[in-house]
């Protein structure tokens, strides 16, 4: 008898869970597990209902809500990024540091020569993000230098002259990072491994060295032209 009720039973749950689910052509139907069909995670800037999710953690515990900031795991790092540049901090004075120079100065790039695709890569990026200013080679005659004013040229910077040393790759790096005088910090729109591969990109555009031997011949200012 008692087999006969759970049978009964299931039969019955059975039918009421298919009539229930299929009692319209127009509608979807229930859905058994709704967080197994609508995924709950969310993109990083999209809209969050504030009644439900909280950025403050003391507040999500205290009104029972989801605790959610946005942000990474502390400790882990995005596919393909380097490293943090974090052997120099910082500060108040910028680059007009003397130790952070030095200590920018130490760095050296981490990344090896580029591929082809990665410097045609670089090339886009620089004329993205630098070449308004300093100009398609880097020499402070970009579209809008005149209106900015105080636009270095990169490349006079980078070689370097006789009363000044030449910037050095970390150097270069630590300005995008940080930014110098009327220009900005690009932190936010380069990745590291991006900038480090616009300072690779810059040094492609410095004027290459005179092979030795390569000089032109000198003339002989007591040889007689004939004619």
């Known amino acids: 008898m008692k087999r006969i009720t759970y049978l009964s039973a299931i039969v019955i749950a059975t039918i009421i869970v298919t009539v229930s689910s299929c009692d319209s052509k127009r509608e979807p139907g229930k859905v058994y597990m709704p967080d197994m069909a609508y995924s709950r995670a969310y993109e990083t800037y999209a809209w969050r209902d504030t ?8 507040e999500a515990y205290d009104k029972h809500k989801i605790y959610y900031n946005a942000l990474p795991v502390n400790g882990t790092m995005q596919r393909e990024e380097l490293f943090p540049f974090s052997v120099v901090p910082n500060n108040t004075n910028g680059v007009t540091d003397s130790n952070a120079i030095n200590l920018s100065s130490q760095v050296k790039n981490p990344l090896g020569p580029l591929t082809a695709p990665d410097s045609l890569e670089a090339s886009r990026l620089f004329n993205i993000n630098c070449a308004i200013c300093h100009g398609s080679k880097a020499e402070a005659n970009g579209p ?84």
């Open 51 to 58: 009644a439900k999710f909280s950025m403050n953690a003391l």
């Open 144 to 227: 809008v230098a005149s209106k900015i004013g105080g636009v270095k040229s990169i490349i006079a910077a980078a070689t370097g002259s006789a009363t000044a040393p030449a910037y050095s790759d970390g150097k270069i790096f630590y300005i995008m990072t940080y930014g110098q005088n009327n220009m900005g910090s690009y932190a936010s729109q380069l990745s590291r491994k991006q900038r480090w591969m616009i300072v690779q990109y810059i040094r492609s555009l410095q004027p290459k060295a005179a092979a030795p031997g390569t000089a032109a011949p000198k003339t002989d200012s007591a040889a007689v032209v004939k004619k």
